[in-house]
């Protein structure tokens, strides 16, 4: 990571610094505030928060993991240049997941490749249950994590298919578990595209899936 940049912000605007171990207990925007006041571990806290969670996103979407790393170190440059524009009205967590959101885009546009691992399921009402799916319960017997994990060929195939701009909206909602509202802020684009989007991918999927989990 860089070196912390010594960034200015007026007098009036600084909050009173707190100790590290206080820094757990703040939300985004007030470690944000932090930083700008001077505290660095404020900038370290961030990171923890969101590494392994924008790594598992960004690595679902282009599926290389070890270019998923350096994407999420790209965010977190990004981020660490910009933060005194970032706004604290808004959300932290939908600013950088837009950050990690255009960089997967960008590789996925600079190359063709398989963009997500097996799935545990595909649910016919897809509405029914809002959590993001998972990849293995270890509640399966082994003949039936095999059979999940043989399908992953297929899966992947299906995957690569959709078009960019289905797959991300696709990732974000099932395997992340953003809103709509957080979905259309992070890709920029509208709830109706949102919904549109996630439709089309859905049927698609369920369409190549459907026939091998009968």
Do not use: C
């Not at 070196?3 to 207990?25: K, S």
């Not at 996103?57 to 005194?84: K, N, P, S, W």
């Amino acid at each position: 990571m860089e070196t912390t940049p010594n960034l200015h912000v007026a007098e009036t605007d600084v909050p009173e610094r707190v100790g590290r171990q206080q820094l757990v207990g703040l939300e985004d925007a007030e470690l944000v505030a932090q930083y700008l006041a001077g505290q660095r571990f404020a900038f370290q806290e961030l990171v923890g928060r969101y590494q392994d969670r924008l790594l598992n996103f960004i690595y679902r979407t282009i599926g290389d993991r070890d270019r998923a790393e350096d994407l999420v170190q790209e965010t977190f440059v990004r981020v660490y240049r910009h933060l005194h524009r970032f706004d604290p009205t808004k959300k932290f967590s939908t600013w950088i997941y837009t950050i990690a959101s255009n960089l997967a885009k960008n590789e996925l546009r600079n190359r063709s490749r398989n963009p997500l691992v097996l799935f545990q399921a595909i649910k016919k009402n897809w509405e029914a249950d809002h959590r993001p799916l998972e990849f293995e319960d270890n509640t399966y017997s082994p003949d039936d994590l095999f059979r999940k994990r043989h399908l992953r060929e297929k899966v992947e195939a299906a995957v690569a298919e959709l078009p960019e701009h289905h797959r991300v909206v696709f990732v974000l909602r099932e395997l992340e578990g953003k809103t709509y509202e957080e979905i259309s802020d992070i890709t920029g684009v509208t709830l109706g595209t949102v919904k549109s989007r996630l439709n089309r991918a859905r049927n698609r999927f369920a369409q190549i899936i459907a026939p091998m989990l009968d």
